[in-house]
């Protein structure tokens, strides 16, 4: 494959990445060809790889995630970034953070579980935030009475805390109590710059009505 096949290959990459606003797959890239002119994988791959060392110096970077390949602004530049934005990036409530945490670390789990652990009934405005934002699912129910759903995260919730799995969250033996695992979360997405309008803010102020809760150990 030459040179010229290589760059022809990043800056289409480059483009669609741009475009598309949301990561892309190394399939849904070479689904952007023809048959006749479709890349192989490892072609693909190759010209993402030099898109990567391109973006070296430069205000953005190409990440993978857990649902492809996405370019963003660098994390250490958001503070300057995030200055051209009126709206600013939601704070999350303490018992917000921890029940994200639970479900992270313990899924699948069901609510009445998260609040065995946290010692508080879970606001149902939490719950219904974490669904709307996509970060977390029912996948199924506890054989039990009731049949209580039982929650897991999504792909979702690794894309925006810009892990490809789950074992880059922060390990249990480094991370104490459900408060702590909620300030390494919350490190990820301070990182973040957030575009979304405040009209979710409501919400967001609603699901701190249990923020004094105590922070139960996971052991």
Request: proline fraction near 4%; glycine fraction near 6%; charge should be negative.
């Amino acid at each position: 494959m030459s040179d010229e096949r290589i760059l022809r290959l990043q800056a289409i990459a480059e483009a669609a990445l741009l475009a598309a606003g949301k990561p892309l797959t190394v399939d849904q890239l070479r689904g952007l060809f023809t048959e006749e002119e479709c890349p192989a994988r490892q072609v693909m791959e190759q010209a993402l790889t030099r898109l990567a060392e391109s973006c070296e110096g430069r205000g953005f970077e190409l990440t993978r995630v857990a649902s492809g390949y996405r370019l963003q602004i660098r994390q250490e530049l958001a503070p300057w970034v995030g200055r051209l934005f009126e709206e600013k990036p939601q704070r999350y409530s303490r018992a917000l953070l921890e029940t994200l945490a639970l479900i992270a670390y313990r899924q699948p789990i069901t609510r009445g579980e998260i609040e065995d652990i946290r010692g508080v009934s879970v606001s149902s405005n939490i719950v219904r935030t974490l669904m709307e934002r996509e970060w977390i699912r029912v996948v199924g129910h506890r054989d039990v009475p009731g049949r209580p759903a039982m929650y897991a995260t999504t792909r979702q919730f690794l894309d925006y805390f810009n892990m490809t799995g789950l074992d880059q969250l922060p390990p249990l033996s480094e991370v104490r109590d459900l408060e702590q695992i909620g300030r390494e979360i919350e490190k990820k997405m301070q990182a973040e710059i957030e575009f979304d309008t405040s009209a979710e803010s409501a919400e967001y102020e609603e699901a701190t009505g249990d923020a004094g809760a105590s922070s139960e150990t996971l052991h």
